[in-house]
C-alpha cells in the first residue's frame, strides 16, 4: 500500500516540470490529495492540496500562480505542474492522502505519503 510520486528532475530557472502520483493498493478517487515539499536542512512544507472532487484548490503563497495542482479521476492520480521555477523550489516533492478535517496544509492531516521525487532548479 502505497503513493508514489513521479516526474521530478533538473530544470532549469524559468522552466516547468510536472508530477504526477499514482497510488498502489489503495485508493484516493474519494479523499483529497496534497503535495508538499521537504528541502535540504528545512522542514517540510506545504505546497498544494486538492479536493476529493477536483474543485477546490488551496496554495501556499510561494507556489501560487505559478504551480497547480489537479487530479485525474480516471487515472486516480494527481498532478503538480509547476511552472516559472525557482531555485528555492529545489526540494524533494511529496504527495499525500488526506484523512482528516484538519486545515490542508498540516502534516498531520495526512495518512499516505508517497516517498518523494527530487526537484532541482538551477539558476
Known amino acids: 500500500v502505497q503513493l508514489q510520486a513521479f516526474g521530478g528532475g533538473l530544470a532549469q530557472a524559468g522552466g516547468s516540470l510536472r508530477l504526477s502520483c499514482a497510488a498502489s493498493?489503495?485508493?484516493?478517487?474519494?479523499?483529497?490529495m496534497g503535495w508538499f515539499r521537504q528541502a535540504p536542512g528545512k522542514e517540510r512544507e506545504f505546497v498544494a492540496a486538492?479536493?476529493?472532487?477536483?474543485?477546490?484548490?488551496y496554495y501556499a503563497e510561494s507556489v501560487k500562480g505559478r504551480f497547480t495542482i489537479s487530479r485525474d479521476k480516471a487515472k486516480d492520480t494527481v498532478l503538480l505542474q509547476m511552472n516559472s521555477l525557482k531555485p528555492e523550489d529545489t526540494a524533494l516533492y511529496y504527495c499525500?492522502?488526506?484523512?482528516?478535517?484538519?486545515?490542508?496544509?498540516?502534516?498531520?492531516?495526512?495518512?499516505?505519503w508517497g516517498q518523494g521525487t527530487k526537484v532541482t532548479v538551477s539558476s
Open positions: 499525500a492522502r488526506r484523512f482528516s478535517t484538519s486545515p490542508y496544509d498540516t502534516l498531520d492531516g495526512y495518512d499516505y
Open positions: 493498493g489503495l485508493t484516493f478517487s474519494r479523499y483529497a
Open positions: 486538492i479536493n476529493w472532487s477536483g474543485t477546490s484548490t
